[in-house]
Structures are given as structure tokens and as C-alpha cells.
């Protein structure tokens, strides 16, 4: 089984900064693609960032220069750098990440909780 554990959300005026942290842990062969997701009131999922096993990046056209993803491979572990917090980016984030068992060595995708974060204007 594999667990992903979000933290890092919280308040935080505008033009502030949070960094979201998503560890994952049980029994991992590997972890390809990690990302993080957001889901905004009233609104659907979205991706904002995702970074592979390499080290390449995508991010949503919203969060591009104030958003950086980052990860530690050794520690299986995502982070989430947001700078110039915007009241619209209020949401619950969620990590996922693609993660081959010991067991079955199947790719599968895991979500992690969900971490809020508001941003006041």
C-alpha cells in the first residue's frame, strides 16, 4: 500500500508565500510523475504543476513564474514553492504521483488528502 501525506496549506494574505510538501511512503519500487492538482469552490480539478522522474516541469498558464515544483528523490517527496499568492488561487491542493509496488510493479496513480489554502485579500 501506498500513502501520500500533504502539509504546508494554510492562510496567508495576498502576495505571500506558502510551500506544500507531499510525501509519499509504504512499499515503492518507483515513482515516476508527481503533480499537484487543485480544486477551487464551485470549480473542477485542475493540474497546476507536475514534474517527472528527470527532473522536467509543466505548469498551468495561471501560476507560471510565481509556482515552483520541485522534488527529492531520495526522500519521495514533492514540493510545491507558491509565491505571489493570488486570492483565486483559494483551494484544496492534492498531490499525486505514479508509483510502482514492490508487490505488483503495476503503475498506478495515488492522491494524497488534499491541504487547503486560502489566500485573503
Known amino acids: 500500500q501506498v500513502q501520500l501525506v500533504e502539509s504546508g496549506g494554510g492562510l496567508v494574505q495576498a502576495g505571500g508565500s506558502l510551500r506544500l510538501s507531499c510525501a509519499a511512503s509504504g512499499s515503492i519500487f518507483s515513482i515516476s510523475a508527481m503533480g499537484w492538482y487543485r480544486r477551487a469552490p464551485g470549480k473542477q480539478r485542475e493540474l497546476v504543476a507536475v514534474?517527472?522522474?528527470?527532473?522536467?516541469?509543466n505548469y498551468a498558464d495561471s501560476v507560471k513564474g510565481r509556482f515552483t515544483i520541485s522534488r527529492d528523490n531520495a526522500k519521495n517527496t514533492v514540493y510545491l514553492r507558491m509565491n505571489r499568492l493570488k486570492p483565486e488561487d483559494t483551494a484544496v491542493y492534492y498531490c499525486?504521483?505514479?508509483?510502482?509496488?514492490?508487490?505488483?510493479?503495476?503503475?498506478?496513480?495515488?492522491w494524497g488528502q488534499g491541504t487547503q489554502v486560502t489566500v485573503s485579500s
Open positions: 514534474i517527472t522522474s528527470a527532473g522536467n516541469t
Open positions: 499525486n504521483a505514479g508509483v510502482r509496488t514492490i508487490a505488483t510493479m503495476t503503475l498506478m496513480t495515488y
